[in-house]
């Protein structure tokens, strides 16, 4: 299976561009493509290196944003076998941050197929919420946890203000067991993008993005994931890298395509 934390990093980076109609003048519905690279690093893994492609889709819809990610990896393992996977996961956010739907399947070659689907929704400072699964279960978060939408402008804000770090708890659904995630933030000054590709959708200038993933319960004070994100002013990751600490996954952004609004 791939590690969930993947599907946390592009919803924390296309958090970037879930961003209600206040916001919105300068983020573009578009579909983006990633050539990934899997790197060993020095501590023991089973996994050796591997390459993949990835895709997003964001189209704004009349009540919300809807986004589409795909995933085909090819893992090298230590054993001198390989490991394919497939992964889909795809969510829906309404624009006032108060509905959250999402959907993930997830196939490889060593375990079985997994899908499950869910719903949020938040009153106040409580979310309740299903999964759907062949014996649903029901949950629900007492504490100040945000959506995506949310966490962008928070993020936004704090980026165009200079405000460099920001820590929140912010609800994914793209982990089956860690719904939540605590994400600490560091924001650095833009800079030129390193990627060649000719485009009128991207900007010459990124935000380096750093980002600290925790599990909501977990003791040890070590991230389990950590994360760079180059990430444009219409909300287009240019590239990013995932360090999970036997091993990183680099992103780079290969082709990208407008996708027009639904007439509402």
Not at 34 to 58: A, H, M, P, Q, W
Not at 162 to 177: E, I, L, P
Not at 183 to 190: E, N, T
Request: overall charge positive; proline content about 2%.
């Amino acid at each position: 299976m791939i590690n969930s934390n993947i599907y946390s990093l592009i919803l924390i980076i296309t958090s970037f561009l879930y961003v209600n109609t206040s916001l919105s003048s300068t983020i573009v519905s578009h579909k983006a493509y990633y050539n990934l690279e899997f790197i060993t690093n020095e501590t023991s893994s089973i996994v050796d290196g591997g390459t993949g492609k990835s895709s997003f889709l964001l189209e704004k819809k009349c009540k919300g944003w809807a986004l589409e990610e795909t995933f085909a990896i090819t893992f090298n393992l230590n054993n001198k076998d390989s490991s394919k996977n497939f992964s889909i996961f795809s969510s829906f956010e309404d624009f006032t941050a108060k509905n959250f739907s999402f959907e993930h399947l997830d196939k490889n070659d060593f375990e079985k197929e997994m899908f499950y689907s869910g719903y949020v929704q938040k009153n106040k400072n409580k979310l309740d919420g299903i999964i759907f699964e062949k014996n649903n279960e029901k949950f629900t978060f007492n504490n100040d946890i945000l959506f995506p939408t949310e966490h962008l402008e928070i993020l936004l804000q704090n980026a165009k203000k200079n405000v460099k770090f920001h820590t929140a708890k912010v609800f994914f659904g793209s982990d089956r067991d860690n719904l939540v995630k605590i994400v600490s933030a560091f924001i650095g000054k833009k800079i030129n993008t390193i990627v060649s590709l000719k485009n009128d959708l991207l900007k010459k200038q990124v935000w380096p993005i750093q980002l600290s993933f925790y599990d909501l319960n977990q003791k040890n004070p070590d991230p389990k994931t950590k994360v760079i994100a180059y990430v444009d002013e219409s909300g287009i990751a240019h590239s990013y890298t995932v360090d999970y600490g036997s091993y990183k996954m680099k992103g780079k952004l290969t082709s990208i395509e407008k996708v027009s609004k639904s007439k509402c």
